[in-house]
C-alpha cells in the first residue's frame, strides 16, 4: 500500500471520518478528515502521520485492543510485527521479543495494525 493509503486507511479503522472538502498539501498530508469523538484535541489540522509517528501508531493500536481487535487478533498483530523483522536475528524468549518491539519502526506497526485487521491491500 502507499503511504498516504495506509494513513487513511487506519485512520478511518480508527473512527475518523471524510469531509469532501478535502485539500491535498504540499507535504502530502491530507485535511478534510474529522477526528472521533474520543479525540480530544482542539485544533486538528490532519489526520495523525501514523508511519512517521510512533506516539501516533501506538494510540491507534491501544484503541484498537479495547474496541476493534479480539485477543487473538492481538497475537496476530505481534507476528505481523514479527514478520516484519527476519531481517535480524534474535534468540529465544523475551529477548527476542524485546528486540522486535525495539528494533520496530512506527511504519512496521502501521503495516502490523493494516494486516491484523484485514486492511492492508497489495496495490
Known amino acids: 500500500m502507499k503511504p498516504e493509503?495506509?494513513?487513511i486507511t487506519?485512520?478511518?479503522a480508527c473512527g475518523w471520518s471524510f469531509n469532501e472538502k478535502e485539500i491535498k498539501q504540499p507535504n502530502g498530508?491530507?485535511?478534510g478528515f474529522h477526528p472521533p469523538a474520543y479525540v480530544r484535541?482542539?485544533?486538528i489540522r490532519s489526520t495523525p502521520d501514523y508511519l512517521?509517528?510512533?506516539n501516533a501508531i501506538r494510540e491507534a493500536?491501544?484503541?484498537a485492543i479495547d474496541n476493534l481487535w479480539d485477543s487473538g487478533q492481538v497475537s496476530d498483530f505481534a507476528k505481523?510485527?514479527?514478520?516484519r523483522q527476519r531481517r535480524y536475528i534474535f534468540g529465544p524468549g523475551l529477548h527476542g521479543t524485546a528486540q522486535i518491539i525495539i528494533r520496530s519502526t512506527a511504519e512496521d506497526w502501521c503495516y502490523a495494525f493494516l494486516k491484523t485487521s484485514n486492511l492492508w491491500t497489495n496495490d
Do not use: Y
Not at 505481523?80 to 514478520?83: C, D, F, N, T, V
Open 10 to 12: 487506519i485512520a478511518e
Open 61 to 63: 493500536c491501544l484503541w
Open 80 to 83: 505481523h510485527l514479527e514478520s
Open 29 to 31: 498530508l491530507t485535511l
Open 41 to 43: 484535541e482542539v485544533f
Open 5 to 7: 493509503a495506509q494513513r
Open 52 to 54: 512517521n509517528d510512533f
